[in-house]
């Protein structure tokens, strides 16, 4: 059974830096995507950020291009973080950590196969 688990979501005032942490198991294939999207209240999910695990390509929306940074652990390949910087009151959501093994377009929910539950961000004014 495939399992994704975000974790590191907290409070922090602007300005402030997040570390979350996405884990994956339950699959061997070392070669596939995962992703970060965002979903604040009212609105619907929204892409973050994405990693290829086979090369290290990475995606960024443009709101998170420069303060947001998708790494992969360099002991455990199905581990992954999303370190956020400078944050701002507008990143205030669930973030949720989803995987696929293939897709056409990243920023497509639908283009991953498997969701985490999502992990609380608060930022404050």
């Known amino acids: 059974e495939v399992q994704v688990v975000e974790s590191g979501g907290g409070s922090v005032q602007s300005g402030g830096s997040l570390r979350l942490k996405c884990v994956a198991s339950?699959?061997?294939?070392?070669?596939?995507?995962m992703a970060w999207f965002r979903q604040a209240p009212g609105k619907d999910r929204e892409p973050v950020v994405c990693?290829?695990?086979?090369?290290?390509?990475?995606?960024y929306d443009d709101s998170a291009k420069g303060r947001f940074s998708i790494t992969q652990d360099e002991a455990d390949k199905y581990t992954l973080y999303l370190q956020m910087n400078a944050l701002k009151p507008e990143d205030t959501a669930v973030y949720y950590c989803?995987?696929?093994?293939?897709?056409?377009?990243?920023?497509?929910?639908?283009?991953?196969?498997?969701w985490g539950q999502g992990t609380q961000v608060t930022v404050s004014s």
């Open positions: 990693l290829y695990t086979g090369g290290g390509r990475t995606y």
């Open positions: 339950g699959f061997t294939d070392s070669n596939y995507y």
């Open positions: 989803g995987v696929s093994f293939g897709f056409r377009n990243w920023r497509a929910q639908y283009e991953y196969n498997y």
